[in-house]
């Protein structure tokens, strides 16, 4: 150690040791970047109605690999993130504005989104977490939200309340999953209350999660 510190002199040292101190830094105030959605068709479980030409899609975020892109343990509170897309491949516009949206698991248990309040509330107090978390996760939220992690929750959240012709909206939603063991084998996505230009609602639409379970990984 002392050879190679000789051989790279006082400013190797330096660049070395601000190296230390700087990458801790950057990781701690890495900023939330919602994924670049896709077409709805493009997710292994969509359901697209061709006349309406409307597809929805569910991704799921329940492998570590995946929830990276948070800083808060959702797992750990007992939470699953899904990552919601909805594509208007029409030329009329569509409202969203009173989407209702429904997990059916395996066992028929019926979940809907948590509100942001309770979220927060359930962050707030770690102790109300259900189970430890499969996902080690370096960053917790403990005692406390502070702005970054409510900054986060409103930029990943979906916000959408219509979507224009030929767009994709996107975000996430999240299940309370804390008291359910296996809550995605099996189990259905249901969404509902989507409108047309005239106020017609559409026909409701049902993604089957065993499809985003059962697809080919990606190399």
């Not at 409103?154 to 299940?175: I, K, L, M, N």
Request: charged share 20%; no cysteine.
């Amino acid at each position: 150690m002392r050879s190679l510190l000789w051989r790279l002199g006082s400013r190797g040292v330096v660049v070395i040791v601000g190296l230390a101190v700087l990458v801790p830094v950057l990781l701690a105030g890495k900023t939330f970047v919602k994924p670049a959605a896709k077409a709805a068709i493009n997710y292994p479980a969509h359901d697209l109605h061709r006349d309406e030409q409307v597809a929805i899609a569910a991704d799921p975020y329940d492998t570590q690999e995946k929830a990276k892109i948070f800083s808060i343990d959702f797992a750990g509170h007992g939470y699953l993130p899904v990552f919601l897309v909805v594509t208007n491949d029409g030329d009329q516009p569509i409202s969203i504005a009173k989407m209702a949206i429904t997990l059916l698991t395996a066992n028929h248990s019926k979940l809907t989104p948590i509100d942001t309040d309770d979220l927060y509330r359930r962050l707030s107090n770690p102790r109300m977490a259900t189970r430890p978390s499969p996902l080690p996760l370096p960053s917790k939220v403990k005692g406390g939200v502070g702005k970054k992690e409510m900054d986060e929750i409103e930029a990943a959240q979906f916000a959408a309340r219509a979507v224009e012709p030929h767009t994709t909206q996107s975000g996430f939603v999240f299940f309370d999953t804390g008291d359910i063991n296996s809550p995605l084998p099996g189990a259905n996505i249901d969404v509902t209350g989507i409108r047309d230009a005239k106020g017609s609602e559409l026909m409701f639409f049902e993604i089957l999660v065993d499809k985003y379970l059962n697809a080919p990984v990606n190399p």
